[in-house]
């Protein structure tokens, strides 16, 4: 077969000549007029409220599938695996009970304290699990981000269906302890479930805010254990309210009440306990504290919807 015949060297260009400018490119606004031509939009671009809504609700089988994805990462590593699920919300009561029941004897004033206790810590364990997914909720998706086009709050949402489920089985739990101190099942029971209602919905927000505000700087996320301890200590987790204010001015009492996470877990004792009952206008203030946060938590996200593909 003959060789190919080597092509000649390129001449270089005469003396003198000058070199052909480089292409330019196109203005910003003649691209941005050409977008608007052919109906292109950016990627990260906030979409009107009612069509972000849609887009939520049409996203909800994806966000189930990403609550059992983070569920099932959750206990991946560890022998025990689900079971988990169970052991970690008794073995949290019971460390309370033993530090604050019998060291502390916070117990005093308080009938069927282990009860009570554990009520307590149940119910402000709900939130506290949702505000900690919520810290990581936008900084640990980053390049799922990047890479496709959805509704940021699908990422905050997951972690409460997430925590949804979970609080399922820790209610199992709490009602078979609760039935074990010799508390009997009463029709009170059923108002569980609006408690637990309401108490979504203002973790909700609260996830919200939390993704939104982590987002932005990672040192909320580090401040976030600090003020979960102090939101523990003073809800009541652990004493009676009534109780400890006795003896206080009656304003004091009332700023406590006025804690939503007090309310959460005042309802859930009276709903559980017969020897307890709870002020009925807290059922009127939890519900405004759900409302509030979830409002709150939406607006304060959804406008920094273009702002989390960036960080």
């Known amino acids: 077969m003959p060789s190919a015949t080597p092509l000649p060297p390129k001449a270089p260009p005469p003396v003198g000549a000058t070199r052909p400018p480089d292409p330019v490119a196109p203005p910003d606004e003649d691209l941005a007029a050409l977008a608007r031509a052919w109906g292109l939009t ?30 099932s990462s959750q206990y991946r590593d560890t022998v025990l695996g689900k079971l988990w699920q169970v052991l970690a919300p008794i073995l949290n009561a019971a460390v309370y009970y033993f530090i604050f029941g019998v060291l502390l004897q916070t117990s005093r004033g308080v009938e ?7 009520t307590g810590v149940f119910t402000f364990t709900y939130t506290q699990r949702a505000v900690t997914g919520g810290t990581k ?24 269906v997430q925590e949804v489920s979970q609080q399922v089985v820790s209610l199992a739990i709490l009602g078979v302890i609760v039935l074990a101190t010799g ?14 209602l309401l108490q979504t919905v203002f973790n909700t927000g609260v996830c919200l805010l939390v993704a939104r505000w982590t987002a ?35 304003w004091v ?43 709150a938590g939406f607006v304060v996200f959804y406008r920094a919807e273009e702002s989390y593909s960036r960080g």
């Open 42 to 71: 950016s990627s990260t671009a906030r979409q009107p409220v009612g069509s972000y809504l849609r887009e939520l609700w049409s996203r909800r089988d994806f966000i189930r599938a990403m609550a059992r994805g983070r569920r």
């Open 183 to 196: 508390e009997p099942l009463t029709w009170s029971w059923l108002l569980v479930l609006p408690i637990m």
């Open 137 to 160: 909720a936008i900084a640990n998706n980053r390049n799922l981000i990047r890479a496709i086009h959805f509704p940021r709050a699908v990422l905050p949402l997951a972690v409460i």
């Open 253 to 295: 009492q009332a700023v406590l009440y006025l804690n939503p996470l007090t309310g959460f877990i005042e309802l859930m004792r009276d709903a559980l306990l017969t020897s307890y009952s709870a002020p009925g206008w807290l059922w009127w203030v939890t519900a405004g504290w759900a409302l509030a946060a979830l409002v």
């Open 112 to 118: 069927n304290y282990p009860a009570f206790l554990i």
């Open 216 to 250: 932005a700087s990672q040192d909320v996320a580090q401040l976030m254990p600090f003020i979960i301890q102090t939101w523990r200590y003073v809800s009541g987790v652990m004493f009676s309210i009534p109780v400890f204010a006795a003896d206080l001015a009656g």
